[in-house]
């Protein structure tokens, strides 16, 4: 898998956008870029994937630099149950030719009132 | 329609003991992944079932096993349990096909608390 690096935590007042960075300097140019959250005490939950191209949907935008190498997560009105970490995850191809997600220790957002 | 549903939610164990923790996929999912998550890192990839079959394994022992059924419902057991086995213990269900086009995504469950004494 792509290494990918996350700073370990993160605050964002409540109603603001939270900006989340991820470096990913050793994606290869077919894989994406896949992003989770695990709430406290709960199983990790799908937010959002990109290849190239910008994505949004219901829950957070994902901004993809040019080269690929970088990215970052938006969550643009942050609510205070977004408090949670958040995993940038590059899947990477096993010997098996499938792929499972490898976590790394992500980033704690803190979003306060 | 149900999510990923792992049973027990908790569970206390001593060492030497084996455990057998069991999940039942999203519906619609064939494939069933393992994951194990001490406190405060995030979640480590033990393995991969399709088709009855391990089709993939992370870096544990061959004290972890596993099996699916043919309802795609899967087990984990873990024997000769170790102080070290304390942590949440995830399942994550997906559609093989999916993944053929490039789709990573998986449905979590919410997990299994497993204390080791």
């Known amino acids: 898998d792509a290494k990918t690096t996350q700073p370990p935590s993160m605050d964002c007042a409540e109603g603001r956008a939270a900006n989340l960075p991820c470096n990913h300097s050793t994606i290869s140019g077919n894989e994406y870029v896949y992003w989770y959250r695990q709430i406290h005490s709960q199983g990790p939950q799908y937010i959002i994937h990109g290849l190239k191209n910008n994505e949004t949907n219901e829950m957070a935008s994902l901004i993809i630099t040019e080269d690929r190498k970088s990215s970052t997560l938006i969550l643009p009105h942050a609510t205070l149950r977004d408090t949670a970490v958040y995993y940038c995850?590059?899947?990477?191809?096993?010997?098996?030719?499938?792929?499972?997600?490898?976590f790394g220790k992500g980033t704690m957002l803190l979003v306060s009132p | 329609d149900a999510g990923v549903t792992q049973s027990p939610t908790h569970l206390i164990k001593t060492r030497g003991q084996q455990v057998t923790l069991r999940c039942s996929p999203k519906?619609?999912?064939?494939?069933v992944s393992w994951y194990q998550q001490a406190l405060g890192q995030g979640p480590q990839f033990i393995f991969q079932y399709y088709e009855e079959e391990e089709r993939q394994r992370g870096n544990f022992p061959d004290r972890f096993s596993g099996h699916q059924f043919p309802n795609y419902s899967s087990e984990l057991n873990v024997n000769a349990l170790l102080l070290g086995d304390s942590a949440l213990y995830l399942c994550?269900?997906?559609?093989?096909?999916?993944?053929?086009?490039?789709?990573?995504?998986?449905?979590f469950g919410p997990g299994t608390r497993l204390t080791v004494t």
């Open positions: 995850i590059v899947p990477g191809v096993m010997n098996s030719g499938y792929s499972t997600l490898t």
């Open positions: 994550a269900s997906s559609f093989t096909k999916l993944i053929y086009r490039g789709y990573y995504e998986q449905y």
């Open positions: 519906s619609g999912h064939d494939t």
